[in-house]
């Protein structure tokens, strides 16, 4: 098996029942694993919550380190929809040609570095840095602020011992306090200032709505990002066939996103709330239970997708969930679609091959699934096309 390759620890459970469970902090979660139930599921708001508890929606569960509700995420119909429409101009912004072009030429700057480096570490040399730089375009905020995200590491709600630290995310709650009472006293043309002066129902966002969204938008986009771009390099590095036919066929280039997408999923999952007794995969689920939409399953679900564990590059029909499904589909999907496409151009166009070092995988344990979501740590060698 290649290096690069992501197995898929569902198939057997996904096959025989279509489900499986996690113990979660005494909260324990149904995981939803066929692609028909993920997307049955996450389209019946009524029976399926999001706006319960702050942070119960998430697997692990974040009900410990935080009381801000994550918005629009952990908000149901009707006013999830009010939220949305608020937020959906502002994120459709990387669609913008002065957007792409930003992005090129932080992206460009970073394949450049790589290549005259003897070998990097892609998580935090590449990736990280990809990532902050990259949400200072969807912020609209100064681009050396991403020096403090960086400084952070590589993340902001777990350590090495734990895959929930409180400390940790007080440091961004804390930032973000303080990023908008900096806007509240000097306003300007930034997602703080523009959600501050944002009317909702004939009344202005409160301050502690303002911090929901802004939590949603830096933790949303962190990992899910990494993870992509640094899984990317690490396919590429073992199919550099790939990268020339992106350099050769670069119409194929949005297929090739989605198809990357689809196959690392790089968020497992995320979870409901069931509102009243009901059934999911003909199997029992009471009321204020958990289930867990399981998009990294539903994404190798062989009844819909044709070899589904291979990375087809220019694969047509793809109806994948790895933006998630239904009203809460990921916001900043945009702009992360944006990020890997300009990836794979500026890569297909600089980079001749990637030679990968040595490896850390990281491991995500979901009970009776162990699902490899990327790496700790990967070094590659960049070399140059001549």
């Given at each position: 098996m290649k290096k690069s390759a992501l197995p898929d620890p569902f198939a057997q459970a996904r096959e025989a029942k279509g489900y499986g469970t996690v113990e979660d902090q005494n909260d324990?979660?149904?995981m939803l694993l066929r692609l028909k139930d993920v997307r049955k599921t996450a389209k019946d708001t009524k029976t399926f919550q999001s706006g319960a508890a702050p942070g119960r929606?998430?697997?692990?569960?974040?009900?410990s380190i935080r009381d801000t509700r994550q918005i629009p995420f952990e908000v149901d119909p009707p006013m999830?929809?009010?939220?949305?429409?608020l937020l959906e101009d502002w994120f459709k912004r990387p669609e913008q040609p002065d957007y792409r072009e930003s992005l090129e030429e932080i992206i460009t700057e970073l394949v450049d570095e790589?290549?005259?480096?003897?070998?990097l570490e892609v998580m935090e040399q590449f990736a990280l840095k990809l990532q902050s730089r990259a949400l200072t375009l969807l912020l609209n905020i100064p681009y050396e602020e991403s020096e403090t995200w960086i400084g952070w590491g590589m993340h902001v709600f777990r350590s090495e011992e734990s895959a929930l630290d409180g400390d940790k995310a007080a440091i961004l709650y804390d930032y973000i306090d303080a990023q908008i009472d900096k806007a509240i006293e000097h306003p300007g043309d930034d997602l703080y200032s523009v959600l501050l002066d944002s009317e909702i129902e004939g009344r202005k966002l409160t301050k502690e709505e303002v911090k929901g969204v802004m939590i949603l938008t830096f933790a949303g986009g962190r990992d899910t990002v990494i993870n992509a771009?640094?899984?990317s390099i690490a396919y590429f590095a073992e199919h550099p066939e790939s990268l020339t036919r992106l350099d050769n066929e670069p119409e194929i280039t949005a297929?090739?996103?989605?198809?990357?997408?689809?196959?690392?999923?790089p968020l497992t999952h995320m979870g409901r709330v069931v509102t009243e007794d009901t059934q999911v995969c003909e199997h029992a689920a009471k009321a204020d239970t958990r289930v867990s939409l399981c998009w990294a399953s539903a994404n190798r679900d062989a009844s819909t997708f044709e070899n589904p564990n291979e990375i087809v590059i220019d694969r047509k029909m793809n109806p994948h969930v790895g933006f998630g499904f239904g009203i809460h589909k990921c916001l900043g999907a945009t702009h992360a679609r944006q990020v890997l496409r300009v990836l794979l151009g500026v890569l297909a166009q600089k980079v001749k091959s990637i030679d990968i070092l040595e490896q850390?995988?990281?491991i995500e344990d979901w009970g009776e699934?162990?699902?490899?979501?990327?790496?700790?740590s990967i070094q590659v060698e960049f070399h140059r096309k001549d």
């Open positions: 324990p979660v149904t929606i998430v697997v692990p569960s974040e009900v999830h929809g009010e939220y949305r429409a790589a290549l005259q480096m003897d070998s771009v640094t899984n297929h090739a996103v989605e198809e990357l997408v689809r196959y690392f999923s850390k995988d990281n699934f162990q699902r490899k979501v990327g790496y700790d």
